[in-house]
């Protein structure tokens, strides 16, 4: 059992160089819930040290992501705190002030050594069969070659000195975890330019923003014991840490677009529902202790949240699963909050020269989302399969124009069907089913003899929801409209 006596303090610390990856939230989901569980503090850190990568852009993705999401942050961008600035580009004083400490005390140095003389040296040691570490060359520089080298032009980087031994570490998820030091080289803490790389300016913001806890990927192992050496270098406590699975997808492979957008603005964009993706990445390597169980409320997950019951095997991505409990999320759903959320996406999705404003056609969509809702997955599933709600000129479906269209009698059906429509003075589903059936009684063949032609006909495709429920949403103005355009084609 996780043992919480202080105050807890979790952080999320992104680079921004792109979108917020569903590996990346499902992190910070799980920061988030340990804070929630435990009362403690979640704190946002921009790692955006990368100057060459990092853009103003992709902070404000992470930060509608994780909006979105409803992973509200208690310290960090937009929000303040104690222990800012929240940006790693704006701490540099903090990484020069801790690494001046470290080369005063001598377990930094620096290191002149350009990058084609460091690959020279590391292809001769592979090709002597040995592997390669940095090979302290500039350890024992004189002042008077230091001094030279400078004059040269060279920039030096610092090197942090890894001592002899053992470094151990605690995992909340595996146990004890222990590296050899002599498999770990002198590593670089500040770059030429003085900019921090990503270990030392970790720890040195982790141990100043009182950070207790480091959840984060187990891809982070490796770094795990180059991080402890700095902690004890610099006089800092360790925190706890506990290295989360990776997401897979379902071949096995590291995420990537082929098992689905890995971005998590691309289901917000598609209109999937936060609370669906939020319990979904929450699923993904939590063991809830109710197996059976899939849908569970925030406050459950929150409940039921703990380090312990985290999985150390790796999750696997299904977005078959996703969009199914999406699809179960869409049909609790209020038609009020469905429409603002397909509202807002449309435009993205390619629905253009229509008012999103209008109120007859914010009447329109509710009942389009009404009568479709059992039938998708996500919200942009309305343009994408069924944009006969939204344009005139949808296209037919080849193979039902050719088995349904080009039927033998299906032509005259259709003109019967139109003539008993025009003639109707309300246009109500019940009362358009009476019609069709019997009209089919009339003409001496089965009900769906009409029902498929004008299927066809209306939406140019052989499926969809409820023909009857369909025709009334459309309204007959635009039914006899879309007959006669398809008697039109025919002809």
């Known amino acids: 059992m996780t043992q919480v006596s202080d105050t807890v303090r979790v952080r999320f610390a992104p680079s921004p160089t792109g979108f917020l990856h569903l590996g990346g939230a499902r992190t910070a989901l799980f920061n988030w819930l340990f804070a929630r569980k435990y009362g403690g503090v979640f704190i946002l850190r921009i790692e955006d040290t990368d100057v060459a990568r990092s853009t103003e852009e992709s902070v404000e993705v992470i930060l509608e992501g994780l909006r979105w999401l409803g992973l509200n942050w208690d310290e960090g961008p937009e929000v303040g705190g104690d222990y800012g600035p929240y940006f790693q580009s704006q701490r540099l004083h903090f990484y020069r002030e801790y690494a001046q400490k470290l080369l005063d005390a001598g377990l930094a140095y620096h290191c002149f050594c350009t990058p084609e003389e460091l690959e020279e040296r590391r292809q001769k040691t592979i090709a002597s ?88 990927g187990d891809d982070h192992i490796s770094n795990t014991p180059r991080q402890v050496l700095l902690y004890k270098a610099l006089g800092f406590p360790l925190p706890s840490f506990a290295h989360i699975p990776m997401i897979l997808g379902k071949d096995k492979t590291r995420l990537s677009k082929r098992h689905g957008s890995p971005s998590v603005t691309y289901y917000r964009d598609k209109g999937y529902l936060p609370d669906a993706l939020f319990n979904y990445l929450a699923r993904l390597s939590w063991a809830s202790g109710e197996e059976e169980k899939e849908i569970f409320t925030r406050e459950e997950i929150i409940e039921g949240f703990s380090i312990e019951r985290v999985t150390k095997r790796a999750a696997v991505f299904d977005l078959d ?157 635009r039914v006899i409209s879309r007959i006669e355009r398809t008697l039109t084609m025919l002809s």
């Not at 479709?372 to 309305?382: N, S």
């Not at 949808?394 to 005259?412: C, F, N, Q, S, W």
């Not at 009209?439 to 052989?462: D, M, Q, Y």
């Open 129 to 216: 069969g040995r592997s390669w570490r940095y090979d302290r060359l500039c350890l024992s520089l004189t002042e008077s070659k230091k001094e030279a080298l400078l004059a040269e032009g060279r920039k030096p980087v610092l090197r942090f000195f890894i001592p002899e031994g053992k470094t151990t570490f605690l995992d909340l998820l595996r146990g004890e975890v222990e590296f050899e030091n002599q498999e770990l080289d002198d590593f670089v803490i500040l770059k030429s330019d003085g900019m921090p790389t990503y270990n030392f300016a970790c720890v040195v913001d982790d141990a100043l923003m009182k950070i207790t806890h480091v959840i984060r």
């Open 321 to 477: 699963k996703l969009n199914w409990m999406n699809g179960l999320y869409i049909r609790e759903a209020s038609l009020d909050y469905l429409l603002e959320i397909f509202l807002e996406i449309a435009p993205k999705n390619g629905l253009s020269g229509v008012d999103f404003a209008d109120e007859a056609f914010r009447e329109y969509c509710k009942k389009v989302l009404d009568i479709m809702r059992e039938r998708i997955k996500y919200l942009a599933q309305l343009i994408e399969e069924a944009i006969y709600f939204f344009k005139e000129d949808y296209p037919y479906d080849e193979e039902a124009v050719e088995k349904v269209l080009k039927e033998a009698g299906a032509r005259e059906r259709l003109e019967v069907c139109l003539k008993r429509f025009k003639e109707l003075d309300t246009f109500t589903a019940s009362e358009l089913e009476e019609v069709v059936r019997s009209t089919a009684s009339e003409l001496g063949v089965k009900a769906a003899k009409l029902i498929h032609p004008l299927r066809v006909a209306v939406s140019g495709k052989r499926v969809g929801p409820g023909l009857f429920e369909l025709l009334e949403v459309l309204g007959k103005e």
